[in-house]
């Protein structure tokens, strides 16, 4: 490191200011930027140098964990386009007469497809809102276990590839006062981890438990658990455990902000080698109400 720094400050021109990124290994690895101005005499000639050492490590470690969220969007919404064009190819194909129920699968396929790129579309939809302070809530009664059903059912081609079970504990209909919306991402975004984690023959359980005035919706797995030393940056946006299974590290922090704008928190239990629990509580809604949102 020595040598490139005396090299850059004996390469000094006297016409401009120089500038020389250096990385220097760890632990903890560490970027300065080294910015060097010729100091002139009057006839023109350097006497002199002066050199400002800024330290960049945060700013480069931002710009990593875009490059790598770009990366992985990119791929992540490659997949199911894939499969869209390849299952549509089949199905066009005229001298490849399919059978009813080869039909139905390449339909399905398409089907489940087009749902994960809404899944992924709608979070960065959500992230830009709540990074622009734009994101509003509506707050009204509506039936939550239907939300947590239809989040089951969407899941369970995931849950099947690893003979997991999807276990539904809920009251049916527990009414709440919230976002229908908003926490549909919410719940879509938990139980959507959960199944993506969950271990082979495993199961994903969603539970409801009553406390009053509140209800606390509890999500539980039995898939590796999340590593300590990822516990303090798992609700950070573009954040992803080391070894994560696709994805673009959004879905924790869109449910957090999300929870927050119903003054509520996101807890999170987790056990290495056991499991994963994450809990939040909504406020209960009297089933009678009558302004709802309505069914979608
Ligand atoms: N139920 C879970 N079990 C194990 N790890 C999880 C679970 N939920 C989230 N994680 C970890 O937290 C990270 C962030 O999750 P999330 O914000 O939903 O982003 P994504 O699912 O796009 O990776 C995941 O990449 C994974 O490492
Ligand atoms: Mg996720």
Redesign the pocket.
Known sequence: MIYYLLDFLNKRSSSSTNSLELEVSGPPKTYLMIKSTAILDRKGQTVGTVSLIENITAEKEIQKVKEDFIATVTHDLKNPITSVIGYTDILLHPRNPQTEEQRKVCLQNIRQSAESLTFMVNNLLDTSKIESGVMQYNLLPFDISTLIRKAGTSFEPVLQDKNATFIFSVEEPFWVIGDRVALESVIN?LI??AA?YTSEEGFVEVASENNGDTVAIIIRDNGPGIPRDFMPFIFKRFHQARGAKS?S????YIAKNILEGHKQTLTLTSEEGKGTTFSFSLEKADASSLQTHGDK
């Open positions: 975004n959507g981890n993506k994805g590290g959004l879905g924790l």
